[in-house]
């Protein structure tokens, strides 16, 4: 059963009594309860009848980052929804939980929602879970884009050195044990949440220049602040869990992905190097790849780069429409 919440826009505006626009406005709050008890939350935003996309969120991040995309997707025609990963923001956690189980849920989500067909895409640590997609739900996925994404890292050797040099000891913590990598992500997240100022501060000083002029919007950094502040909210051992999930091994490989995949990567991206996105296009069977020169992490908020996406989104959905039915 679905359960739709109130309307959350963006930024704040009074509901008229015109139904269309109530229709338009971006839905933060819609429920999901599942099969096994869980409880999934969801974004709604975009266009209500538009094609569907699936965005997977990065982390730290929760389904809020859907409303990034609400202006563009509702002028393009594109509904786009985005799922808080289970213990990320309200939805139930899930215990010892694979990266597949994500394409789990996320079938059930479109089951409900009587969505055939949907375009997977994510940011950041959200591109393992739209490839998962991909992996696991070939017939109804239509295409994958990648949005400064992680590569397989098992499957990229020279990963865990990157990591030391930017400060994130993640994957050498995991290999301690989950135990250990669980508190010291426990730690690391109650502090943000004790100091969310500071930590804001922090992430807008490690951010690329590109970056910062973009979230330098008010409306942007109002939402990514509540976006961080949603997952940060969540459960310690949520978020370890789902780090983990990224880090160690996925349950398929790129070769196994048969779904064209956009890969778009930022040439001054501080958190995912271009080398991820390099290692993508190599080992994806049906991949391109997009360089976006002196672009950093957060490209995917400039208005003109998701009026050109979604073109383009719109078109190879065309030219697929095209080779359906026989057309020339």
């Not at 994130?168 to 044990?177: E, K, S, T, Y």
């Amino acid at each position: 059963m679905r359960i739709e919440g109130t309307t959350s826009p963006q930024s704040p505006e009074r509901a008229s009594g015109n139904s269309h626009e109530k229709a338009a406005q971006c839905r933060y709050n819609c429920y999901l309860d599942l099969p096994d008890g869980r409880r999934l939350a969801y974004a709604d935003c975009g266009d209500p009848e538009g094609r569907p996309v699936i965005f997977s969120h990065g982390m730290p991040g929760s389904r809020m980052e859907a409303g990034f995309f609400h202006e563009q997707g509702l002028a393009a025609g594109f509904r786009i929804i985005a799922v808080d990963r289970p213990g990320i923001g309200f939805s139930t956690r899930q215990k010892r939980r694979t990266l597949l189980d994500y394409a789990s849920d996320v079938a059930v989500l479109t089951d409900q929602l009587d969505l055939r067909k949907f375009i997977a895409m994510g940011w950041s640590s959200g591109g393992s879970r739209s490839l998962a997609c991909a992996f696991a739900l070939p017939g109804q996925v239509e295409r994958v884009v990648l949005l400064s994404s992680y590569t397989h890292l098992e499957e990229y050797p020279t990963a865990g050195r990157w990591f030391l040099t930017t400060g994130w000891p993640g994957p050498a913590v995991l290999a301690f044990g989950m135990p250990v990598f669980r508190f010291a992500v426990a730690c690391m997240a109650r502090l943000a949440r004790m100091r969310s100022g500071a930590y804001m501060t922090q992430v807008r000083k490690l951010t690329s220049p590109a970056d910062r002029a973009l979230l330098q919007d008010p409306g942007h950094w109002r939402l990514f602040h509540r976006d961080q502040l949603v997952c940060l909210h969540s459960h310690g051992r949520a978020i370890a869990q789902d780090l983990a999930n990224e880090l160690s091994g996925w349950g398929f490989s790129l070769a196994d992905v048969r779904v064209p995949v956009a890969i778009y990567q930022g040439t001054d991206d501080p958190f995912t190097p271009e080398g991820f996105g390099q290692h993508l296009a190599r080992h994806l069977p049906w991949a391109t790849l997009e360089r976006l020169p002196g672009q950093g992490h957060f490209y995917f908020l400039d208005k003109a780069f998701q009026a050109s996406l979604f073109q383009q989104l719109s078109k190879t959905s065309a030219d697929d429409s095209d080779e359906d039915t026989g057309n020339d």
